[in-house]
C-alpha cells in the first residue's frame, strides 16, 4: 500500500482499501474495509472510528493487505475471519463447509417449536455442514439429544469442534454417510437445510458462493429438488409416530415440494415465511399410521 519505510493511518488504510474492493466489485467496501482491519488489529470498532489518526505498524499492514487482497478476490469474508454469527452464537467456520445464513435460523426456531413440548426430545439432522442448527438446537434445549450425519469429513471436522465450543459435544453423535446412511433410530424431528439451488443458478450467483462455498452443498440438481425428494421420501422409517420433517426450501419451491407428499402418510404441510415473506421452510407432521415399519 506505502513503501515498507512508511507509516500509514487507520484513515489512509481505509481509504485504499476501500477503493481496492470498490473495484473488485465488492458491496459496501468502506464497511468491509473497517470489518477487515478491525479483525487484523484485534481492536473494537469504536477504535477505528476515534483514532483515525492511528499508524499501522508492519506487520499489522502486512496483514490487512493480505486480507483486503483475498477479498478483493471474493473470497467471502467469514472465511477470511474464520467466523459467523448465527442464533445469537458463534461459529467457526472454514472453506470447504457452507457459510450460515441468516434465513436458516428459522428452521431452529421451528425445530424448537416441535421439540419444546417433549419430555425427552431426540432429533436427526442430515446435512449437519457446520453444526450451526443442531448446536443452536441442542443449546436452547438442554435436555434434548442429536444425531447428525453428513458426506464430508470437513464439515464433520468443524461441527465437531463447534459442538465442543459450545458445550453441547455429549448430546450430539455425529456419523458420516449419504442422507439416512447408517441411522437405524428413530427420531421426534429430521431437521435438514439441504442443497436446493438448481444447477441453471450457478451463472447467476454471487462470486463469493460460486468461487468458494462447496457445490456439493448448495445445488441439488437440475430442478434444486434431487435431494427433497429423498428426504421426503426416506423420513418416514425414521421418524417415530406423529413425528416431523422441517425442510429449508428455495424461495419458489414450496408448491413443488408439496406435491411430493402422499397424504397417506403426511399430514397438511405448513409452510413457514422467513423475513422477507417467502415460504423458507416446509413442517410435515407423519401420520401416527403412516410410518413405515
Known amino acids: 500500500m ?17 477503493r481496492r474492493l470498490e473495484s473488485a466489485g465488492v458491496g459496501q467496501p468502506r464497511r468491509e474495509s473497517s470489518s477487515l482491519l478491525k479483525y487484523v ?6 477504535f477505528i472510528i476515534a483514532h483515525p489518526e492511528y499508524a499501522l505498524s508492519e506487520s499489522e499492514a502486512l496483514s490487512f493487505e493480505e486480507v483486503v487482497a483475498r477479498r478483493s478476490a471474493r473470497e467471502p469474508f467469514q472465511y477470511i475471519v474464520g467466523e459467523q454469527e448465527f442464533y445469537g452464537l458463534r461459529f467457526e467456520v472454514r472453506p470447504g463447509v457452507l457459510i450460515p445464513r441468516p ?84 427420531y421426534h424431528l429430521i431437521v435438514s437445510n ?5 444447477l441453471r443458478d450457478l451463472s447467476d450467483m454471487q462470486a ?4 468458494f462455498e462447496p457445490h456439493q452443498a448448495l445445488f441439488g440438481g437440475t430442478d434444486g429438488l434431487v435431494i427433497i425428494r429423498e428426504l421426503v421420501s426416506g423420513a418416514p422409517k425414521f421418524l417415530a409416530p406423529g413425528g416431523h420433517l422441517l425442510i429449508e426450501i428455495g424461495h419458489d419451491q414450496s408448491r413443488s415440494v408439496q ?10 404441510p405448513e409452510p413457514l415465511l422467513d423475513l422477507q415473506g417467502f415460504e423458507r421452510v416446509i413442517k410435515i407432521r407423519l401420520r401416527s399410521s403412516g410410518f413405515t415399519a
Open 2 to 18: 506505502k513503501d515498507s519505510d512508511e507509516t500509514m493511518t487507520i484513515s489512509e488504510a481505509l481509504g485504499v482499501a476501500a
Open 41 to 46: 488489529l484485534d481492536r473494537p470498532a469504536a
Open 103 to 186: 434465513e436458516t435460523e428459522l428452521l431452529v426456531e421451528a425445530a424448537l417449536t416441535v421439540l419444546s413440548p417433549i419430555e425427552e426430545p431426540s432429533f436427526l439432522e442430515v446435512g449437519v455442514g457446520s453444526g450451526c442448527v443442531s448446536i443452536s438446537i441442542l443449546h436452547n434445549l438442554k435436555r434434548a439429544v442429536a444425531t447428525a450425519v453428513d458426506v464430508s469429513d470437513r464439515a464433520l471436522i468443524l461441527s465437531e469442534s463447534n459442538a465442543r465450543r459450545h458445550g453441547v459435544a455429549e448430546r450430539l453423535a455425529l456419523r458420516s454417510g449419504n442422507l439416512f446412511e447408517g441411522i437405524d433410530d428413530r
Open 194 to 198: 439441504p442443497p436446493y439451488v438448481p
Open 208 to 211: 463469493e458462493v460460486a468461487r
Open 259 to 268: 406435491s411430493m407428499l402422499d397424504e397417506n402418510i403426511w399430514e397438511m
